[in-house]
């Protein structure tokens, strides 16, 4: 007989950057058997540091796991405008054009992001942003909780665990 209980207790961890920007914060998703806790970065204006946020939904209270791809309008334009700014700027002073030009840039990149979606039985959604750098990053993360839901589902299917049950009996009258 197949043994799928979900109680492990190794975790997998998966660290992703929210910003280049905010490069040296990282926001962290760890995966285990019971439960998946996020601490996910705050920031004021994507880069300036606030603390950070963090949540632990057990497995059994999740329903669903989503990817997908996110374009932020505000920063995408933010991004623009500084970077125009930095090319104007750079005639007067090289210094502050280069610092406005990289910020810009820095803008428009994380203006692509990758997002996680959990939802818990309830109906709450918990987001978890990324940049497209880390994609892969948040789909091993989607696919490793997927696994956990989907052996949740089947350590409470009924049907299944009866299967198993009339099967074991008439394997052992058989011998």
């Known amino acids: 007989m197949e043994n799928n209980t979900i109680q492990s207790t190794e975790a997998k961890e998966y660290t992703y950057m929210t910003s280049l920007l905010t490069f040296y914060m990282k926001g962290k998703i760890t995966v285990t058997g019971r439960s998946v806790k996020l601490t996910i970065p ?5 880069f300036i540091p606030l603390g950070s946020r963090t949540y632990e939904p057990m497995i059994s209270q999740i329903s669903s796991v989503n990817n997908s791809f996110k374009l932020n309008a505000k920063p995408l334009f933010f991004g623009i405008i500084v970077v125009l700014g930095g090319i104007s700027a750079i005639s007067d002073s090289f210094l502050t054009g280069l610092i406005l030009l990289l910020i810009g840039i820095g803008e428009i990149i994380s203006a692509f992001e990758t ?17 497209i750098f880390d994609k892969k990053t948040i789909e091993d993360a989607r696919n490793e909780i997927q696994k956990y839901l989907l ?12 299967n198993r049950i009339v099967n074991a009996i008439n394997n052992q009258n058989e011998q």
């Open 115 to 131: 997002v996680m979606y959990i939802t818990e039985n309830s109906g709450r959604n918990i987001g978890v942003s990324a940049l």
């Open 42 to 46: 705050n920031t004021f204006l994507k």
């Open 151 to 162: 052996m949740r589902v089947d350590d409470t299917n009924s049907r299944m665990q009866t």
